[in-house]
T-cell receptor
């Protein structure tokens, strides 16, 4: 257990539905990242927050994806009008930039299946 | 531009030693990371190199040469539980990780 939690762990939804995932990072960490991972690939960057500010969003990310981190604590990732191509593992990670190692600690992930 | 490359799959024998190589190209560099990922699970942090040389941590060691854009992860005394994917990633000038696709390590008895 890294101290990063994600909810839910699994989500099955029908195409066209909206889904929302939650991530609770390690409390003292200032950065929070969202990634997507498909089988046989490394994590694909989606977006990240420094405290409550969303500093970057992948150019590959469609407008159907949105993320928030109110008050710089937990974060949510919403996917609107889901498509079958959105099926993947959604990973959240947190880190303390400027605090030494900069390593990212990952939550267990949310596996999304769009039918 | 930025890119990172590692072998897709490697096979080794229980009790042996295996070296997984990683090469990268980037203009901004803030360190090289190795993560282990078991099937269906999230990546777990193994090592971080920011200076040239070898970092040893138990059965695992990681090496970095910044001038060559090269790193390797060395696993000694392989155990069956080491069967996993090993991901290398470098941190760019914005403190973002750029990931390789991972090396699937198969351990045979």
């Amino acid at each position: 257990d890294t101290g990063v939690s994600q909810d839910p762990r699994h989500k099955i939804t029908k195409r066209g539905q909206n889904v929302t995932f939650r991530c609770d990072p390690i409390s003292e960490h200032n950065r929070l990242y969202w990634y997507r991972q498909t089988l046989g690939q490394g994590p694909e960057f989606l977006t990240y927050f420094q405290n409550e500010a969303q500093l970057e969003k992948s150019r590959l990310l469609s407008d159907r994806f949105s993320a928030e981190r109110p008050k710089g604590s937990f974060s949510t990732l919403e996917i609107q009008r889901t498509e079958q191509g959105d099926s993947a593992m959604y990973l959240c990670a947190s880190s303390l930039v400027g605090g030494g190692g900069n390593e990212q600690y990952f939550g267990p992930g949310t596996r999304l299946t769009v039918t | 531009g930025q890119n990172i490359d590692q072998p897709t799959e490697m096979t080794a024998t229980e009790g042996a030693i295996v070296q997984i190589n990683c090469t990268y190209q980037t203009s901004g560099f803030n360190g090289l990371f190795w993560y282990q990922q078991h099937a269906g699970e999230a990546p777990t942090f193994l090592s971080y190199n920011v200076l040239d040389g070898l970092e040893e941590k138990g059965r695992f060691s990681s090496f970095l040469s910044r001038s060559k854009g090269y790193s390797y992860l060395l696993l000694k005394e392989l155990q069956m539980k080491d069967s996993a994917s090993y991901l290398c990633a470098f941190m760019d000038s914005n403190y973002q990780l750029i990931w390789g696709a991972g090396t699937k390590l198969i351990i045979k008895p």
